[in-house]
């Protein structure tokens, strides 16, 4: 079965310097999450979207963006670096919820070394 | 947000089953509670859900007190393949982002 691809899986960046991670989630999952992991730390949520709409806003930093396009895949845009943005960044879609209770489908992550 | 509490560890045999508590005592009527689960160098994945009554699927039960504010996920036959951060979450429903907040880390030892 198809799964939620991210790219790139690793990147490395030079502090202030800027980054772009892409999700593709699922076929036909309309909604999709941004989650951050700093190393030994838990999923904290960043944002979401739905139908190419924020749906939810998390501890996002001013410092970054994002946003989701005509075909639902989504990029997550952050500028100025820091060291503390170092982590992994999940990105989960979900079908279209009425009323019901759908769960969320996690990609493997993309791992964000900034120096 | 309602906050769930669980133990930072548990450990199990192989084989043996495992209850994972999560007290939630804040928990409001429209709250599910969700179970996830990390396995080690991979992204979360949904385990279980339910509202009030319990529920069975194929990876594990989810036992949820009558006045919910405590339920139990239950693995039935721990491998080593559960060796994972289970994390119990409460939401108003999927469609919204999931508050992880300090899971279980589980050993399962041969």
């Known amino acids: 079965a198809a799964g939620v691809i991210q790219s790139p899986r690793h990147l490395i960046k030079e502090k202030r310097e800027t980054a772009t991670l892409k999700c593709y989630p699922i076929?036909?999952?309309?909604?999709v999450y941004w989650y951050q992991q700093g190393p030994g730390q838990d999923p904290q949520f960043l944002i979401s979207?739905?139908?190419?709409?924020?749906?939810d806003k998390g501890s996002i930093p001013d410092r970054f963006s994002a946003q989701q396009f005509s075909d639902y895949h989504s990029e997550l845009n952050m500028s100025s670096l820091e060291l503390g943005d170092s982590a992994l960044y999940f990105c989960?879609?979900?079908?279209?919820?009425?009323?019901?209770?759908?769960?969320?489908?996690f990609g493997p992550g993309t791992r964000l070394t900034v120096l | 947000d309602a906050k769930t509490t669980q133990p930072n560890s548990m450990e199990s045999n192989e084989e043996e089953p495992v209850h994972l508590p999560c007290n939630h005592s804040?928990?409001?009527?429209?709250?599910?509670i969700h179970w996830y689960r990390q396995l080690p160098s991979q992204g979360p994945e949904y385990v279980i859900h339910?509202?009030?009554s319990n529920v069975n699927n194929r990876m594990a039960s989810l036992a949820i007190a009558e006045d919910r504010k405590s339920s139990t996920l239950i693995l039935h036959r721990a491998t080593l393949r559960d060796a994972a951060v289970y994390y119990c979450?409460?939401?108003?429903?999927?469609?919204?982002?999931?508050?992880f907040g300090k899971g279980t880390s589980l050993l399962v030892t041969p």
């Open positions: 339910g509202l009030t």
């Open positions: 076929p036909r999952h309309d909604t």
């Open positions: 979207f739905y139908e190419k709409m924020q749906s």
């Open positions: 804040t928990i409001s009527g429209t709250d599910y």
């Open positions: 979450i409460l939401s108003v429903n999927s469609g919204y982002a999931l508050n």
């Open positions: 989960a879609s979900s079908l279209p919820t009425s009323g019901g209770v759908n769960e969320q489908f």
